[in-house]
C-alpha cells in the first residue's frame, strides 16, 4: 500500500508525525514545539542565527580593531611629537642629537693620483681609493623662538665636526664604514687643485685681461716651488678647505685692476667647516606633528620658503619659470624624523645643505630594525636625470649625461655630485679612469645608496644613510701651457658618507609603546576576521543542511498529504475488504458507517 511504502522507504517514522511533550527529539529539534507558533527546527533556526550574527561582529570587530588602534596611537604620537616643548625627548633629540646618544658620523675616502706626471701629459688618472677618514658631526641647535601660536620653530645651528682618533686595522677597507676609525690623519694625498683649474675654465673667451691672467699663469706655474695643477695635501686640507697661496698673489693683483669681471677664490672647500662660527641666519621648521609637515623646513639659513640656487631652465615661457620655482622650493626635513601616521607610498622629501636642494625619497622595502617595523625610502633616481629622461631638471643645468647634479651654480666650480662610483648614473662618467672600483663586491644599492629608515607611526627615522660623490669636471684648456694635454674626464675626488643609528634606548621604547600595540592589533585583527569567517562558514554549512532536511522533509509530507487524499477519497484502493463482514450488510470497510446504497 502507498502508506506502507513511504514507512519501509524511510526505514522509521520521521519525528515530525511522531510529536512528543517538551524535550528535544532525537534530531535536536524542539518535539514539544509541534504544532506550536515555534514551528519545527526552530531552536535549530535560533542556534544558526546566533552563530552568523557572532561570526559577523568578529568580523566587523576585526576590521575595526586596525582603525581603532591606529587613532589611539596617533593620539598619543601627536601628544609627544612637538618641538614647542624644550623639555620633551623629541625636542632634545632634535635640538642636540649627540648629547640624546644619537651621534651622527660623517666617513670620507678620497681618490690618491698614482701617476702626476703621466696624467699631466695626457694619461688616464690612475687612482687609489684611501680612507677611511671619520668625524663624528655635532648639529646643536639654540636661540630658539616661535611663532605666536607655536606652529613653528626658529633657530639657529652650529655644526662641528671631531675627527676620530681610532686608528683602523692594517688592511681595513677604505668603504669599511661600519668600522668608527680612522687611518693615520697626518696622510697627504695627491688630487686636483679645484680653485685653479676652475680659474682656469673662467677664462673663456679669451680677452685682453683674460690673456693677461693666462701669461701670469703661464709664467708661474711652472714654478715647482708651488702647488698648481696637482696638490699635495691632507685630507682635511682637500674636504674642508685650504688657504691657496698662489690664488692669493693672484687674487691680489688683480685687485689692482678696476672693472675686473674675474673673481678668484684663494679658499675653496667641498664641504663648509662652520666648526669656527655659528651660522649667521635663522632655520625654521613646523612645531607639530598634529598639525601636519611636521620637522619641514619654512626657512633655511635665512632663505624663506625657497633657495636662490637653481636656474638652468629658460624663462621665457611659464613652464620653465615654474620648474625653476619647483627646484627652489624648500621641502622636507633635515631627515631626523618625518611626519607621523604616514602611509606606506608616501613620497618623503629631505632637504640637504650639503646640495643646496631638496631630495625625493621613495618607498624601497620594509624590514625589522632591533624589533621595531620600519619602511625604507630611498633617494629617487629621478632627482639625477638628464633633461632628456625628465624635461624639469633643466632648473639643475641637467644639459649633459643623466645621473649627476650639476653643482657649479652652488660651490662656484665645476663639481658634479653624484652617488658613489657613479651608481643609477651614465657608465661614459667611469671612463678615463683607471683602477676605479669599489672592490670586489662591486656596487651595491645598500652599501652605497641614500636612504631613511622610518617607523611609520612616529614618524622617527632609525637609520639614516647619505653618500655622495663628488667629482670634478677636467677639459683640456688650450691657453695655460700646463693644462693643454689634460685628459677629459670626470675626476673623481670623495666619497661623503654620513650616518646615524637611534640608540638601543629610542628603538627599546618604540618597541614598548608602538610595537606593542600594533602587534596586539595585529593579533586582534587576523583573529577577529578569521574567528568571524569560520564562524559565517559554520552557520552557512549548518543552515544548507537544515534547509535541505526541511525541503526533504517537506516532500516527504506532501507524498503523505497526497497518499491521504487517495486514502479519503478511494478507501477501497488503501485497504482491503474485511472478509469478517457478511456481504451486503451495507457496512464500508475500515468504517463503522452504514452505507446509505446497501446492496
Known sequence: MPGGSRTALWGKTHPIHSPSKGGLNADGDD???????????????????????????????????????????????????????????????????????????????????QNEAEFLKGANPDLK?????????????????????????????????????????????????????????????????IPLLTTISLLEPVGKFEQNIIDYLNSTIGDPSEETIIIHRSVS?????????????????????NNTNVTIVPNFSLLANLSLSDALNYSAIYAKSSEGNFGSYVAWEGYNESVPFWTGCSELDN????????????KGTEGLFVQPGFKKGTTQYMFTGDLGRSGT???????????????????????????????????????????????????????????????????????????FSPGPGGVTRAQFDTYLDIEPYSGQVLVAQKQIQSSLRIRPAKHVASATKLPYTYFPIMINAESAIAPSNVTDQLSQSVGVAVEAAGY??????????????????????????MHSLEEAEYDEFVDSRIDDRSPLLAQSPDRSQPSGSGYLPGTNRTSNYGV
Open 361 to 435: 625619497l621613495v618607498y624601497d622595502s620594509s624590514y625589522t630594525f632591533n624589533g621595531v617595523d620600519v619602511d625604507r625610502y630611498a633617494i629617487s633616481t629621478d632627482d639625477f636625470m638628464n633633461v632628456e629622461e625628465r624635461p624639469s631638471n633643466c632648473a639643475y643645468s641637467g644639459f649633459g649625461m643623466t645621473g649627476s647634479l650639476n653643482m657649479s651654480t652652488f660651490v662656484g666650480a665645476d663639481v658634479f655630485s653624484t652617488k658613489p662610483f657613479f651608481l643609477d648614473a651614465d657608465a661614459r662618467y667611469a671612463e678615463n679612469l683607471t683602477n
Open 129 to 193: 681609493l684611501v680612507g677611511p677618514f671619520t668625524f663624528t658631526e655635532r648639529r646643536l641647535k639654540h636661540s630658539f623662538h616661535y611663532t605666536d601660536d607655536k606652529s613653528v620653530v626658529w633657530y639657529k645651528e652650529n655644526s662641528t665636526f671631531h675627527l676620530v682618533d681610532t686608528v683602523c686595522p692594517a688592511g681595513t677597507d677604505p668603504l669599511n664604514f661600519t668600522l668608527k676609525c680612522t687611518i693615520s690623519p697626518d696622510i697627504k694625498i695627491h688630487s686636483i687643485n
Open 237 to 257: 686640507d682637500v674636504v674642508f678647505g685650504y688657504y691657496d697661496q698662489f690664488l692669493g698673489e693672484l687674487e691680489g693683483d688683480l685687485k689692482k685692476i
Open 319 to 330: 613652464t620653465g619659470r615654474l620648474w625653476n620655482l619647483n627646484a627652489n622650493y624648500l
Open 31 to 113: 518535539a514539544g514545539a509541534r504544532g506550536t507558533c515555534l514551528g519545527p527546527f526552530f531552536w535549530r533556526k535560533v542556534a544558526i542565527a546566533f552563530t552568523s550574527v557572532l561570526g559577523l561582529l568578529f568580523l566587523v570587530s576585526g576590521i575595526l580593531s586596525a582603525k581603532i588602534v591606529d587613532s589611539f596611537i596617533m593620539e598619543q604620537v601627536y601628544s609627544q611629537a612637538r618641538l614647542d616643548d624644550p623639555s620633551s625627548d623629541v625636542f632634545k633629540m632634535w635640538a642636540d642629537p649627540t648629547s640624546y646618544g644619537n651621534p651622527i658620523y660623517m666617513q670620507i675616502a678620497v681618490w690618491d693620483l
Open 524 to 549: 586582534y585583527f587576523y583573529g577577529g576576521i578569521a574567528l568571524g569567517c569560520v564562524l559565517i562558514v559554520m552557520s552557512l554549512v549548518l543552515g544548507f543542511r537544515l534547509y535541505a532536511k
